[in-house]
């Protein structure tokens, strides 16, 4: 698929390149204007009509050699934060050259603006602070928060926000106002992967304390050092803000991302009718792990429902997915809902989920519950839980998913057992950052004889099969979903993201998967093909929004193709035209 996804991208950036801009920024502003900037490559009529021409050196570079400088001086740099920080300050300076530079090197460059290396910037966000990445909403600015967004906003058409309020970074917990790095992180996926115009994004930070006890007593701490604040004035802040999104950006997508538990699915729930609203945790962790579990049972060349799922950690991932198999279920299987339910063994701390927890566990998983009666028989540990071991034993899944945090958690025994009664065990150890996950895929490829069928949250080098064979272990994150999800949502201009949608979008992910070619090849498409794959995933969402009527634009289903290639942002100059009344 590589050389389709350069054929691809050759042909977007060629029709971006032609495009001229009427441009009213001048001197030292237009160079300080990331979205402006070209730097050494303003030709020389640029640097004559914009007052450059005494600002920068002689000779004017092609974004080629721009590009070929700054990854010379990446490349020296000896550590992935550093790596970071760096790719930081090229964004704060020059976004093509900066989405020019990813691009070209995309499966080197996504872990380090990504997961894992994304965990450890934010983790040491106070301590690595250079300058602004979007809009601080803090708690006790509440009074003025309409002012702090529209001055943000002003002069600009904002079609997406992502927004966290840093309760559940990744799986790092709580990080209080470096939560800012995640809504960038994501947002720059979405630019790209997408291939939504960056100034039309807008990273939010919803700063309403942090119960971090290390960051409270760090003296440069840049957050409002303060426990979180809960409850009603929680739901109040949160609240302002949505309406005001509500209000003056009525067309926008709100893009959740790492939210705590309590709070993830209950604001999905009260916002999901008022606005487009998208749980990136919930919906986008559930639509990449449907997927990637259609390719494998298309190599087992069975259903949904004939698989005993058992989900490793319930909390807004676990419980996302296990959601969006069972209802994929009931649609695809045409099965009833509580059938459904039946085939998934939910665990979290207190083992497996089973009715008599009672308190310990939250509401909304419930409905997925054992009856105790079942399990009267099963071993416990010494506090009377059911633990993983003992619920393989005696299930017998064929599908196995982490989203836990919890380090190994997935022991060799447990996979072992696993191994015992099923041909192809499908393990999907899903926790970031890279060293929380559940089992290393070489490992579980080892214990299983090279059977499992495996796939991760973070990337991971290939695992070696018996055969000497490389098996290429697939990266199911995300990411390699949400910014074609959200993208479809927002050229298509949809009242609401709906279940269909995402199940369109879905669909399409799982007929790319390269297991469907050949079953020891990789369950999902490589991250480098991401562009050309979430392309295929936007036209499904943007035509299935056609199609049922969410959608807020009068085209064809013929004509998204066209469209979503027309909308799309590529890290491209243009030519620019001063023009006292033109942009920015
Ligand atoms: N691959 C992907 O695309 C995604 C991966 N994740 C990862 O999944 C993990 C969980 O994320 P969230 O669901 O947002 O967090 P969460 O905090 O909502 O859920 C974690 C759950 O795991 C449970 N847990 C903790 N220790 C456990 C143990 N020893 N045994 C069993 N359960 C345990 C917690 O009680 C909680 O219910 C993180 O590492 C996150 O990075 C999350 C979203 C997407
Ligand atoms: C990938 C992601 O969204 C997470 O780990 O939280
Ligand atoms: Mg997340």
């Known amino acids: 698929m590589v050389a389709q996804t350069k054929k691809y991208l050759a042909v977007a950036s060629m029709a971006k390149a032609n495009q001229v801009y009427n441009v009213r920024l001048r001197g030292d502003v237009i160079l300080t204007n990331p979205r402006f900037n070209k730097g050494t490559a303003f030709t020389p009529e640029e640097r004559r009509d914009f007052g450059l021409t005494g600002r ?136 790209l992967i997408a291939g939504i115009d960056p100034g039309k994004t807008l990273p939010v930070t919803l700063d309403v304390g942090t119960n971090n006890e290390g960051l409270l007593e760090d003296p440069l701490y840049v957050g409002w050092p303060h426990h979180r604040v809960r409850g009603k004035d929680y739901d109040q802040f949160v609240d302002k803000f949505v309406q005001l999104v509500r209000k003056h950006l009525p067309h926008s997508l709100l893009h959740f991302e790492d939210f705590g538990v309590t709070n993830a699915r209950r604001l999905l729930n009260i916002y999901q009718d008022q606005h487009t609203v998208f749980n990136d945790d919930i919906q986008g962790t559930g639509a990449v792990t449907l997927a990637t579990v259609m390719a494998a049972i298309g190599v087992t060349k069975s259903k949904l429902c004939d698989q005993r799922y058992i989900v490793y950690g319930a909390g807004s991932a676990g419980l996302g997915i296990t959601t969006q198999l069972r209802d994929a279920m009931v649609t695809m299987d045409e099965i009833e809902v509580e059938e459904a339910n039946r085939r998934f063994y939910l665990i979290d701390r207190f083992g497996l989920i089973k009715q008599s927890l009672g308190d310990k566990i939250r509401e909304d998983v419930l409905e ?107 990266e199911c994150n995300n990411a390699l979903i949400y910014p074609g999800l959200g993208f479809g949502a927002v050229i298509s201009k949809a009242r609401k993201l709906t279940d269909t949608m995402i199940i369109a979008g879905t669909r399409r992910l799982a007929s790319l998967s390269p297991a469907l070619k050949d079953p020891d090849d990789a369950l999902l498409p490589d991250f480098a093909d991401a562009p050309a794959v979430n392309f295929e995933v936007a036209v499904a969402v943007a035509e299935q929004a056609i199609e049922e009527g969410s959608a807020g634009v009068d085209w064809k289903k013929e004509e998204v193709r066209g469209k979503v290639r027309e909308k799309q942002w590529w890290p491209v100059y243009g030519k620019y035209v001063y023009d006292p009344e033109g942009e920015a």
């Open 368 to 474: 997925f519950a054992r009856p105790d009666s079942e399990w009267e028989d099963a071993e416990t540990d010494q506090d009377g839980y059911v633990r993983l071991l003992a619920v393989i034993k005696k299930v017998k899944p064929t599908i196995l998913i982490g989203c836990s945090t919890h380090a190994g958690g997935f022991t060799e025994e447990a996979v072992r057992e696993m191994a015992k009664n099923c041909e192809r065990p499908i393990i999907l150890p899903l926790s970031n950052p890279s060293r929380l996950v559940e089992v290393d895929p070489k490992d579980a490829n080892e214990w299983t004889g090279g059977k499992a069928l495996l796939a991760t949250g973070s990337p991971f080098p290939p695992a070696k099969n018996p055969n000497g064979k490389d098996y290429v272990i697939a």
């Open 56 to 191: 920068l050196p002689y000779r004017v570079a092609t974004l080629d050699e721009q590009c070929q400088r700054a990854y010379d001086q990446l490349q020296v740099r000896d550590s992935a934060i550093r790596k970071n920080s760096f790719l930081q300050s090229l964004k704060g300076q020059n976004w093509v050259l900066y989405y020019e530079v990813l691009r070209r090197h995309l499966r080197e460059l996504i872990p380090v603006i990504y997961t894992p290396t994304e965990a450890d910037a934010i983790a040491n966000y106070s301590h690595l602070f250079r300058r602004s990445e979007g809009l601080y909403l803090t708690f006790p600015n509440m009074d003025t928060m309409e002012e702090d967004f529209l001055e943000q906003i002003k002069g600009r058409d904002v079609d997406l926000i992502v927004c966290s309020d840093a309760e559940a970074i990744l799986g790092i917990g709580d990080q209080g106002v470096g939560g800012i790095g995640i809504s960038s992180a994501k947002a720059v996926i979405y630019t």
